[in-house]
């Protein structure tokens, strides 16, 4: 397959070099500067800026191996219903084998002159095999078939980025694993809340990862639909069998609907969706990773290998992965608003705006696949600063609202329960105490039902361990939630 930065750098080719200027070889390919599939009713040659600006085969050439596979799929189908013999079908299979290796092999010369992944190929089988050749497109429409192509392309990276949102997960469940009695504090508002495990905390991403996983499935079960047989946009005259097609190639159903077929890309938005969901994830995670890996949080240190230092600042190490995988979640949502936008005002079937579906959707692939990878490795190399996050979580009254449960058991309402702790925050805060550091006779000034058990209430682990119940952050409910976790994901 090519690399995954390939496109990019071809994209990059086709605006600043002259397809004169040999990028793809096509004057060593000695083939005609008109294209030849669709030449017959011009008269002038396409303007040499217009090919490039028109081309999409800088881009798209990654799409060859789903390309040739829909290929053999429609050539079996139309031998199977007679409109290729024997001969011609092995001759347009070897062939297309042959081109698989040539591409493989990085011997394919690819012509800007041929447009597209798909007249390329199809080019270069007519000069190896001649008139067989020249029959592959019988009932069949570029239309139709990049509409293939993408969802091919489409359903294995979104297999291989399901399986990475697991390692990630797996990964996450044992950093939860290792901290389940740590504690931090819960912020909301970015204000000290109340004591969490860091067991906890992660679990929560695993949690986002699971419905992300999820949402991938689901858009897998559209994607694996199939439009070839819609041909240009209306369906052919030919006698083609789609469901041999959708059984060759593995899709679950076929597109009812000729029209949609070529012009439906929802099942791209609905993946690019997905992956910013993902992203916006990964950001979140990303930004408390860069928070706590500050001096002034201390929460945690990042491993030196996923850091880079400053050419000024000798002290620095600063947190370049989470940063940049925050950044790059700007770049995914972009895709999406491009791919929305693309589709907004197309009217129906086919039209050459659907060529900008591309790039965005390679490229996102491409980083989120990166991403995930880069924090799958990242993850289990946290180290965790256990008493520095205790420490912290001493701090800004955290257990105040075990004090105000406490004085609930003891027959108050809660909300003169939340009154009285207050005050009691409020004297703390002039004492600059804790309100475990107060004594039981300045506690009982607030309530005379405060008792000496109390402090077991006021302590963070007491805390924690209150929060026993299905969900919370209870030491021994996030081990059961991990156990569960663990369970499902095989
Ligand atoms: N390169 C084109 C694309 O990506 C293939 C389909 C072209 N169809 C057409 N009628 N010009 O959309």
Redesign the pocket.
Known sequence: MTSDTQHKRHTAQATHSSPRGGVLGEESSGRAPTNQSWGGRFNQPTDEFVKIFGA?VFF?KILAPYDIDGSIAHATMLFEVGLLNEDEKSQIIDGLSKILDEIKNDKFEWSVDL??V?MNIEARLVAMIGDAGKKLHTGR???DQ?ATDIRLYLRDQVGDIIKQTKQLQLALLDLAEKETSTILPGFTHLQAAQPVSFGHHMMAYFEMLSRDGERLSDCQKRLNTLPLGAAALAGTTYPIKRERVAELLGFERICANSLDAVSDRDFAIEFLSAASIIMMHLSRFSEELILWSSAQFNFIELQDSFCTGSSIMPQKKNPDVPELVRGKTGRVYGNLTAMLTIMKSQPLA?N?D??ED?EPLFDTVDTLKACLRVFTDMVPAIQVNGEVMRQSTKKGYTTATDLADYLVNKGLPFRDAHAVVGKSVAYGIEQQKDLNELSLEELQTFDARIENDVFDVLSLEGSLCARDHFGGTAPNQVKKAINTARQALK
């Open positions: 999409s798209d447009e597209d798909h429409s570029r239309n990049v086919y050459k659907n060529q591309k």
